[in-house]
Each structure stands twice: as C-alpha cells, then as structure tokens.
T-cell receptor
Framework: DSGVTQTPKHLITATGQRVTLRCSPR?????VYWYQQSLDQGLQFLIQ???????AKGNILERFSAQQFPDLHSELNLSSLELGDSALYFC?????????????FGPGTRLTVT | GNSVTQMEGPVTLSEEAFLTINCTYT??????LFWYVQYPGEGLQLLLK?????DKGSNKGFEATYRKETTSFHLEKGSVQVSDSAVYFC?????????????FGAGTRLTVKP
C-alpha cells in the first residue's frame, strides 16, 4: 500500500459527459501528479501540482483540468468525454516539488467511456 | 524532445533465468533515470533509480547502470522468480532540459514460469 488513495476505482460514463477523479496523497507529501495509461498511448504524464499550485504540465488536453485543494487532495476533471479518453488514470505523490523525486502511485481509476 | 525506448515484450522466462530488459533514452539535458514496476491490478512502484553517469541503481536483486556514452539504462536480474512477473517501465526525468516532467517507455511485460 503506497498510502495514495484514489476514488472511484471504476467509472463508466457516456460520451459528452463530465467526470471528476479524486486523489489523496500520502501524508506529508505536497506534490500530486496525474498520469493517463492507455493501450495506444502508454503511460503519459498529465500535470503536477505542488502545495496548491500548478508546477508542471505534460500532455494534458484542454478538456481536462486539475486542481489541488488546501488539504492537498487533488481532483482531475475530464469534460466532453470521448471514447478515446477511456483509460486508467493514476495519481502519484511525492514530498518534493521535483519531478525526479520518488513518486508513490495510487491504485488508479479505470474510466470507461461508452 | 525527451523520450525513452524500451524493448518490446512480452518476455517469458523460466524461473532462475537471467533477465535483461533494454532501455535507451534521448534527452536534451542530464536526466535522472528510473525503473518502475507494475504488478497486476496495482499502480506503479519505483524499483530503482540513478541520477548520474555510471551510477548503479539496485533493489530486490534488480540492477541497472546509467550509461551516458550509450544513453542506456538496461535492467538486469541474475535469477528471476515467479513473483517478478509484472510490467516494467523505464522512465526519465530531465532536470536541466527545461521539461519538468516524467517520460515513460511503453512498458515490457515479463512472465516468469515455474
């Protein structure tokens, strides 16, 4: 158990809808990272937040947004969903703001868009 | 841009066989290199890392050496066990290249048979 929790575990929704994925980092970690894992794109870094502020951005679509709250939990919002957004979404956390510091991954949220 | 290329799987070995999973990288700066492992139904776990040339990362019998001259970070284990069956990801984070993100390879699925 990494100490990172993600909810929900599974999510099934229709095209055009909007969903919110939630992540709670390990106790004491200030950084939260979001990743998308799909069969065709592999594992891709989406975005990083550190202590409430956006710190780094990867291949995140404009339809997607994230935020980190004062209690350090983070939410990833996915809107105008398309079939291609079906994937495993992982959250990770680390103590440092540096991406090269050790990251602890949650179990993931599996999103299925029908 | 930065990228990681790792050998395609799947790889199937018998217990106690020698394992090598090749990983090469392209980076504009001086990256840190990582191997992550993903067991079935779980998130990624950091297996080992190296932050400078000629560093050797090691953990649980796995080793990888940061080779700047060949831009490689091959994963090796002398004697695999059934419990090593998982997907292995090579990754890099480039501290100086201006890209504050983590790039992953496509993953190599390893199956160890008793």
């Amino acid at each position: 158990d990494s100490g990172v929790t993600q909810t929900p575990k599974h999510l099934i929704t229709a095209t055009g809808q909007r969903v919110t994925l939630r992540c709670s980092p390990r106790s004491g970690d200030l950084s939260v990272y979001w990743y998308q894992q799909s069969l065709d794109q592999g594992l891709q870094f989406l975005i990083q937040y550190y202590n409430g502020e956006e710190r780094a951005k990867g291949n995140i679509l404009e339809r997607f947004s994230a935020q980190q709250f004062p209690d350090l939990h983070s939410e990833l919002n996915l809107s105008s969903l398309e079939l291609g957004d079906s994937a495993l979404y992982f959250c990770a956390s680390s103590a440092s703001d540096r991406v090269w510091s050790e990251q602890y991954f949650g179990p993931g949220t599996r999103l299925t868009v029908t | 841009g930065n990228s990681v290329t790792q050998m395609e799987g799947p790889v199937t070995l018998s217990e106690e066989a020698f394992l090598t999973i090749n990983c090469t990288y392209t980076a504009t700066g001086y990256p840190s290199l990582f191997w992550y492992v993903q067991y079935p139904g779980e998130g990624l776990q950091l297996l080992l890392k190296a932050t400078k040339a000629d560093d050797k990362g090691s953990n649980k019998g796995f080793e990888a050496t940061y080779r700047k001259e060949t831009t490689s970070f091959h994963l090796e284990k002398g004697s695999v066990q059934v419990s090593d069956s998982a997907v292995y990801f090579c990754a890099l984070s480039d501290r100086e290249g201006g890209n504050n993100d983590m790039r992953f390879g496509a993953g190599t699925r390893l199956t160890v048979k008793p």
